[in-house]
Each structure stands twice: as structure tokens, then as C-alpha cells.
């Protein structure tokens, strides 16, 4: 047990060198790929074409199969993100802010679907596509968090002053994440309670909340993908200068 | 369960509220997976032509 953990310790720390991230990444990232893709659409295929409809609102809850996922995404990223900031500004690891600023686009991207695709689902349920509801503008404000961290960390040419400052700005901005969770006990909402709740058992019947747990877990492995992805060409465009980079990127070349 | 392609394309009625919420998703989910494969690209190219 204790080499177990020895060689999970050590995974991390030869992961927190660029050079071995990056040829770990290369190596890996066809077979995460693989598996995202399948776990995704078995997920969405399962959800959107054999989950029984819902006796209320018909079909037009499939949406739920998109909309959940992509609203958890969209507040776990910041939280990861904040995690990455709190990491990068404490023990000044260079990737924990690389991390930070590959995952910030993803999470916008997450968070805009679930904003949208809440507002298409908003138009035959509640007859309007917005309404400035305590959920919805929380969700709002996360998405502008994301806008900042982003226009914070393109705006710096230096780029060890730019991981700072978005470090500090994921941080001090992680307060939305709870306010989010919390809206619709909180406030009066037209908003439905939480989909996925630690402390009770799903308000969902089994054949549909079991290919919304499969769709969760492509949408985190797509994201883990995507992540991978993103922070290659993060490593790739600060180190483009450096002995390794010319040996594993540009290779082809010679 | 949808028991056919049609009934699975309308939905009862419902379907432009589903498909354009999974056309919006796969968008952003292409969109972010595509960016840096180009900007990877740009790198390389770059550094081609410098030889």
C-alpha cells in the first residue's frame, strides 16, 4: 500500500514539470479522447433517445441532459480553477497557472451552454427565454467571471504577472460558486431545487437519472480532454524556446 | 423511450428546443477543442518559416 502511494506522490510531482506533462499528455490524449467521445454520447444517445418522457413537460426535458452536466461543469471548473490559483500564488507552481488559464475558456464555454440552453428550455416551461431570477444571474456573473479572468490574462504580456493576477481574481471570486449552489434555497426562484443533492436521494426516477449520472461523467471526461488538450499548446506556447520543446514538439520537422 | 427517428426528430413539437440545445453545445465543445489544435498549428508554422 505504502509503494501505492510512493508512486501516486511521485506521478504528481513528475506531472508538475512541463516536459513531463507534456509527453505524458501526448501519449495519452488519443486514448482520453476515445473514451470521452464514447462515454459522451452513450450518455447523451441513452438520455435524448431512450429516457422515458416526463409526464409534466413531455420531451422537452431531454434538455436536462445537457443543461445539468454543462451547469456542473460550469461551477466545478471555477472551483478547480480557484484551487489552481490558491496553488499557483502559495507555491508558485508554474502549471497550476497554466491549468488556470487553459481551464477558464472551457468553463466560460460550459457555462454559456447551460445559460443558453436553460433559456431555450425556459421558453416552452416557463414562457419566457430570461427572467432576472436569483440561479440565472448568479449563473450570469460566474460567466462575466470567466470573461475577466480571460480579458485579465490576454491583456499582460508578461505572463508570470498575468498567471498572478488571474490567481488572485479566481480566488477572491470563488464566493460565487456557493451563492450559485444556494439560490434556490435561498431565494424565491422560478428556478427547479438542485438536480443532484450529497444529502437526499434523486427527485428522479431511475431510467432517468442513470443516463444523466452517464452523461455527467462524459461530459467531466470530455472536459478532462479538452483541458489536457488546451494546456499542450499552453506549454507548448510559453516553452516553444526550450531544449525539450524543440526535441518533442518540432520533431517532425527534422 | 422514442420508438422512431420521426418521433425522435419532433418530439411533439419539441424537438427545435432539444436539437438546437445539443447543435449550441457540440459548437462550443468543437469550438474549444479546435482552438488550440490551431494555435499549436500557428506554432509550428511559425517555426518553420523561421527555418
Redesign the interface.
Known sequence: MNKFWFLIKNWFIAMGSTPSFYKWATTFLPWLGILAFLTFSLG?VWG?????SDYKQ???Y??LF??VP?AILGQSIYLMMAVFGFISLVWRAKIAGMLLI?AA??GA??T??AL??GS??G??TWGTWWVWDARLTSTLILFFLYAAIIALHSSLDNKTKADRAVSILSVLGIAIVPIIKKSVDWWQTLHQPSTFSLTSSPSMTADMYQPLLMCVVGFYL?FI??LT??L???I??RE?GRNWAQKQ??RR?K | MLETLELMYFMDGNGPYVWSSLLFLLIVLLVNTLVPIRRMGKIRSEKSKQG
Open positions: 447523451l435524448i433517445g431512450f429516457a422515458p413531455g420531451d422537452v431531454r434538455i445537457i443543461h454543462s487553459s475558456p472551457l464555454g460550459f454559456l451552454v443558453v440552453t431555450i428550455w421558453k416552452p470530455v480532454f479538452m488538450n488546451s499542450r499548446a499552453e507548448i506556447s516553444k514538439f518540432f520537422e
